[in-house]
């Protein structure tokens, strides 16, 4: 079945230094959609953004992510990491081939965690 | 913007009893979703509902798992009889559209411990 993957359980970066979240998926489907949420403590997890074009940039809040279907890919990435961007992030893949409404099947989340 | 309201966002109970999970979803959204996560695991789908039925449930949703959204109030999870495996977060969403490219809204989560 789908399956997304990321690798990092945690990742820790000191303020202002580049960001760089992984996330590989499988799917079946030839079109996938992509999404990264972002979960802040004792807040909802909440979408930052999301993709179905096959190497176009998309960005949002600072962060941008390139969905590459050649290496099933849609990274997360940041130029300068900020105190604020500390969270957990989830890469998810959409999954809707029966019609039934779709649903998400995420990741494991990675936990950012930026220090000053 | 829209919230998705979930009560309460804590929950005890004895194994063996019945728990009622609330969700207040974005009021013109047409799709309702619960996630289960388990501690320290990724959030996995249990159930979709859309226009009074299930649409697609996942393995997780057990027998003595129910949904439902009586009269458009609080779209609800039922876990009758409770086991201890069903201590977990409980994240509910909401969806207006139902295409692959919907974005969801989530609730800050129920987090149910069954002792």
């Known amino acids: 079945g789908d399956s997304v993957t990321q690798t990092e359980g945690l990742v820790t970066l000191t303020e202002g230094l580049p960001v760089m979240l992984n996330c590989t998926y499988q799917?079946?489907?030839?079109?996938?959609?992509l999404f990264w949420y972002v979960h802040y403590l004792n807040e909802s997890p909440r979408l930052l953004l999301k993709?179905?074009?096959?190497?176009k940039r998309t960005e949002h809040q600072g962060f941008h992510a390139t969905l590459h279907k050649s290496s099933s890919s849609f990274h997360l990435q940041k130029s300068s990491a900020q105190l604020s961007d500390s969270a957990l992030y989830y890469c998810?893949?959409?999954?809707?081939?029966?019609?039934?409404?779709?649903?998400?099947?995420f990741g494991t989340g990675t936990l950012l965690s930026v220090k000053p | 913007g829209p919230k998705v309201l979930q009560i309460p966002s804590h929950q005890i109970i004895d194994m063996g009893q019945m728990v009622t999970l609330n969700c207040d979803p974005v009021?013109?959204?047409?799709?309702f979703y619960w996630y289960k996560q388990i501690l320290g695991q990724q959030m996995e789908f249990l159930v979709n509902?859309?226009?009074?039925?299930?649409?697609?449930k996942s393995k997780l949703f057990k027998d003595q798992f129910s949904v439902e959204r009586p009269d458009g109030s609080y779209f609800t999870l039922k876990i009758q009889p409770t086991a201890l495996e069903d201590s977990a977060v409980y994240f509910c969403?909401?969806?207006?559209?139902?295409?692959?490219?919907?974005?969801?809204?989530f609730g800050s989560g129920t987090r149910l411990l069954v002792i």
């Open positions: 969403a909401s969806s207006l559209v139902r295409g692959r490219d919907s974005d969801y809204t």
């Open positions: 799917t079946i489907y030839s079109n996938p959609f």
């Open positions: 993709s179905s074009t096959d190497n």
């Open positions: 509902f859309y226009n009074g039925k299930v649409m697609e």
């Open positions: 009021s013109n959204h047409l799709y």
């Open positions: 998810a893949l959409s999954d809707n081939y029966g019609g039934s409404g779709n649903k998400l099947i």
